[in-house]
């Protein structure tokens, strides 16, 4: 009964309370929207999220609703308990219709509407900050009837689950209460008690909202987009969680493309690498991501007496300590390790390189291996040739290339990615480790790269909630710029400044086998000790590893988020 408590209300706040109140915000609105509807007299604002509504039926809509929230605000809900089930088959798009019913159901009941006092739709009370001032266009997104798939969206993202009974009724009930103080109405004092408005179906409000805006920014209709846009903030505001913070920065993105306010990447690579570092302290994802990269390079390594590792992106080095000290205690003693770290320039042109190199050589003297390092400054992986990384002849050392999370960068650069491919093959590598996002956020269409970015980061945003960390933690805060940072580049960019270009493990198939790659089995060992790994990690029950033909994804549920794979040159590449 708490779902029809919500849609009931959502429409009367809307209806009644929005087109004509006396609220400047609200009169600017349906002046905006008057000259876009159609000769039929529908608003083509509601029309386009599936209401249908005259403007001569808006008066006649307003005062149902008002029945509707007195009849609803004084009825006991094991009075009216049937209608938990009667009133899903009705359908919120026709507005009238929907309410007409939901009041002759109540009436059954032997709660009789017209004897209550009704206020006038001029003089229409208001809603509280739960909802915040919304316009009628604005205040009834819900249509069951939508072609969207809302509940692919997984996790309590867009449906919260509580953990108990009195949990969930604090969580899912907001209230609104009805304010006298502008009108001449006199309402019992049993009338004021406050309506439910169930936050599950706000959240459900939520995404199609979302994805209407990102329909109209598609279609260029960018003055409902912008009303859109405003009114997912609203909506964002009434839910808790994961779902409100990530409906935050998709709104954030949103806007920014709808205003041309494009974000600037010029901020501290050092800062980027902080946020990463948080990441990597408040999830599992990275550690993943280095513990099965690592695995396949020291199976790779087995019997060599010198090895190179060429790390695509050094970061803080964060993952060759644990490689080093699985090296020290080797049989027969470690290797000599070399490794080439690369990375990106610093604006205070210091040396970051240099300074995760010290501390990696201080680490490999304490546990007895020779090690060497050497630092590359570029803007891009494909600035870089491969004899500026002197390698060596594979009798004098074994080369492994390694990359997590960094060649999808080069999909934004013309023939960045085939320029650093044939780099690989001419280093002649005896293993190339590589993990990336399991997620297509390369579609050219816009609303495919939003819809299956929606999909992907509200997983990702809904594990870091499940991470088992105290609530707004500093490593939880930060992990989130870290994942906003880029939905904000996958949705208000375009061209070269869209370096979030994400594919899935099908298609990084596809295009290393077609360079002259053949895949490398990750072996049941590997899968075995990630789900340790996952084990040890709190909040770890989420997660799931998953093996798919030889490579290893890592997921939350049911959803994959980043797949591991390994390479080989094809034996036909050596011959040649």
């Known amino acids: 009964m708490k779902r029809d408590h919500q849609h009931s209300y959502g429409g009367g706040s809307g209806s009644g309370k929005g087109d004509y109140s006396s609220s400047t915000g609200n009169a600017n609105k349906a002046k905006m929207w008057e000259e876009e509807q159609d000769t039929g007299g529908m608003d083509e604002l509601l029309e386009v999220l599936g209401y249908k509504v005259r403007s001569s039926e808006m008066a006649d809509v307003a005062q149902k609703l008002e029945q509707l929230e007195m009849v609803m605000g004084t009825a006991q809900e094991d009075g009216i308990s049937h209608l938990a089930t009667d009133t899903v088959h009705y359908n919120p798009s026709d507005v009238s219709g929907w309410v007409q019913s939901m009041l002759e159901g109540l009436n059954n009941t032997g709660f009789d509407s017209q004897a209550r006092p009704i206020q006038d739709p001029a003089e229409s009370s208001t809603v ?177 007496n010198r090895v190179h590792v060429v790390d695509f992106s050094l970061k803080q080095g964060m993952q060759w300590p644990a490689l080093m000290q699985a090296l020290a205690l080797r049989p027969g003693g470690p290797p000599a390790f070399r490794l080439t770290g690369i990375g990106p320039p610093q604006p205070d042109n210091t040396d970051a390189l240099q300074q995760v190199g010290w501390k990696l050589a201080q680490l490999a003297d304490t546990i007895g291996v020779e090690f060497e390092f050497r630092g590359f400054v570029c803007n891009s992986l494909a600035d870089l040739e491969p004899d500026m990384l002197d390698i060596r002849p594979p009798e004098v050392e074994t080369v492994a290339v390694n990359s997590v999370f960094e060649l999808h960068r080069l999909l934004a650069r013309p023939g960045g990615i085939e320029k650093v491919v044939s780099s690989i093959k001419a280093m002649r590598p005896k293993i190339i480790t590589i993990v990336e996002q399991e997620a297509n956020h390369n579609s050219p269409v816009f609303l495919d790269r939003f819809t299956e970015a929606l999909h992907y980061y509200s997983s990702l945003f809904d594990s870091l909630e499940g991470s088992g960390l105290t609530p707004s933690s500093q490593d939880q805060v930060m992990s989130e710029v870290y994942l906003g940072r880029q939905i904000c580049n996958i949705v208000a960019c375009e061209g070269t400044d869209r370096n979030e270009r994400h594919e899935t493990l099908t298609q990084w198939r596809t295009r290393l086998g077609s360079a002259g790659f053949d895949p490398v089995h990750l072996g049941s060992n590997a899968y075995k000790q990630a789900s340790m790994l996952l084990a040890l990690f709190a909040g770890g029950d989420g997660y799931r590893v998953e093996e798919n033909n030889g490579c290893l994804m890592l997921g939350w549920h049911t959803r994959p988020l980043i797949a591991t794979s390994a390479w080989q040159l094809a034996k036909s590449t050596l011959v040649s």
């Open 128 to 304: 509280n900050s739960i909802l915040g001032q919304q316009t009628s266009n604005e205040s009834r997104i819900f249509n069951d009837d939508s072609e969207y798939d809302l509940r692919a969206i997984p996790g309590s993202a867009a449906y919260p689950q509580p953990d108990s009974e009195t949990e969930n009724n604090r969580n899912k009930r907001m209230r609104v209460e009805i304010n006298t103080a502008n009108t001449n109405t006199i309402i019992p004092t049993e009338l004021a008690r406050p309506v439910v408005v169930d936050s599950q179906e706000t959240g459900v409000q939520l995404v199609h909202t979302l994805m209407a805006c990102a329909e109209a920014i598609q279609q260029e209709n960018l003055k409902v987009a912008d009303a859109l846009v405003k009114h997912i903030g609203l909506l964002a505001a009434a839910q808790a969680g994961a779902m409100r913070k990530v409906a935050t920065y998709f709104a954030e993105a949103l806007a920014r493309r709808i205003y041309r306010i494009y974000p600037q990447d010029c901020l501290d690579s050092s800062y980027n690498d902080i946020l990463q570092m948080h990441f990597y302290e408040t999830c599992p994802y990275l550690k993943f991501a280095h513990f099965t990269a690592n695995q396949a390079i020291l199976e790779a390594f087995n019997n060599a």
